[in-house]
Antibody, heavy 121, light 107 residues
Framework: QVQLQESGPGLVKPSETLSLTCAVSGYSISSGYYWGWIRQPPGKGLEWIGS???????YYNPSLKSRVTISVDTSKNQFSLKLSSVTAADTAVYYC??????????????WGQGTLVTVSS | EIVLTQSPGTLSLSPGERATLSCRASQSVSSSYLAWYQQKPGQAPRLLIY???SRATGIPDRFSGSGSGTDFTLTISRLEPEDFAVYYCQQYGSSPLFGGGTKVEIK
C-alpha cells in the first residue's frame, strides 16, 4: 500500500517561498502514477494545487500557476511543492496524494496526513 | 470553468437514517472522473467512490454513488456513528475540482 508523508516548515513569512516535500513509501515513483498536491484553508474546502507524472510532466491550477512549481526526485522517491510570494491567504493544511489514472478512471487514492503551513511575519 | 455545487451544506440526521447528498456540475462531466471523499476532523480525505458509482477498497456497501452528466448523488443507506463527517465530490478533468462539501451531523 502506498504511504505518503509531507514535511517542511510550518511557518513561512509573507512574500517568501513555501517549500514542502512528500516522501513516498510502498511504491516506486519511477514506476509510474501521477502525484499531486491539494490544500485546505482552516475551516474551508479542498483546492487542487497541481500534479506531476513520474516523467516530470506537470499540471497546475490556473489560479496558482504563476507561483507553483512541482518537481519529482526519483532517486529519493519523493516529490516537492514550491509556492512563491506567499500571503496569509496561502495559510492551509497541505496534502500530498497519489493519483490513480487509467483509461477509465482518475482519482486521488492515497493521501498524506497533511501539514499545516501558516503564513505570518 | 466547471463549478461543482454540493447540497445541502449541512445534513442533520440520526444514526440509522438514510443520507442523500447531491453534487451538481455547471456543465456535463465524465462519470468516470467523478469521485466522492469523506473527511473527518483532523484527518485527510478518504476515497469512498470513484467512477461515480464504484466503491473504493474497504468501503462498506452502505455507501453508494449514482448519477451522470451534471447530477450525482452519494447515498448512505443507514448512518453509522462513524459516518458523521464532511463529504466532498470531485471531478478530475483537465483541472481537478472539488465541491464545497456537505457536512453530515448528528441530529
Amino acid at each position: 500500500q502506498v504511504q505518503l508523508q509531507e514535511s517542511g516548515p510550518g511557518l513561512v513569512k509573507p512574500s517568501e517561498t513555501l517549500s514542502l516535500t512528500c516522501a513516498v513509501s510502498g511504491y516506486s515513483i519511477s514506476s509510474g502514477y501521477y502525484w499531486g498536491w491539494i490544500r485546505q484553508p482552516p475551516g474551508k474546502g479542498l483546492e487542487w494545487i497541481g500534479s506531476i507524472y513520474h516523467s516530470g510532466s506537470t499540471y497546475y491550477n490556473p489560479s496558482l500557476k504563476s507561483r507553483v512549481t512541482i518537481s519529482v526526485d526519483t532517486s529519493k522517491n519523493q516529490f516537492s511543492l514550491k509556492l512563491s510570494s506567499v500571503t496569509a491567504a496561502d495559510t492551509a493544511v497541505y496534502y500530498c496524494a497519489s493519483i490513480y489514472s487509467s483509461s477509465w478512471y482518475r482519482y486521488f487514492d492515497y493521501w498524506g496526513q497533511g501539514t499545516l503551513v501558516t503564513v505570518s511575519s | 470553468e466547471i463549478v461543482l455545487t454540493q447540497s445541502p451544506g449541512t445534513l442533520s440526521l440520526s444514526p440509522g437514517e438514510r443520507a442523500t447528498l447531491s453534487c451538481r456540475a455547471s456543465q456535463s462531466v465524465s462519470s468516470s472522473y467523478l469521485a466522492w471523499y469523506q473527511q473527518k476532523p483532523g484527518q485527510a480525505p478518504r476515497l469512498l467512490i470513484y467512477g461515480a458509482s464504484s466503491r473504493a477498497t474497504g468501503i462498506p456497501d452502505r455507501f453508494s454513488g449514482s448519477g451522470s452528466g451534471t447530477d450525482f448523488t452519494l447515498t448512505i443507506s443507514r448512518l453509522e456513528p462513524e459516518d458523521f463527517a464532511v463529504y466532498y465530490c470531485q471531478q478530475y478533468g483537465s483541472s481537478p475540482l472539488f465541491g464545497g462539501g456537505t457536512k453530515v451531523e448528528i441530529k
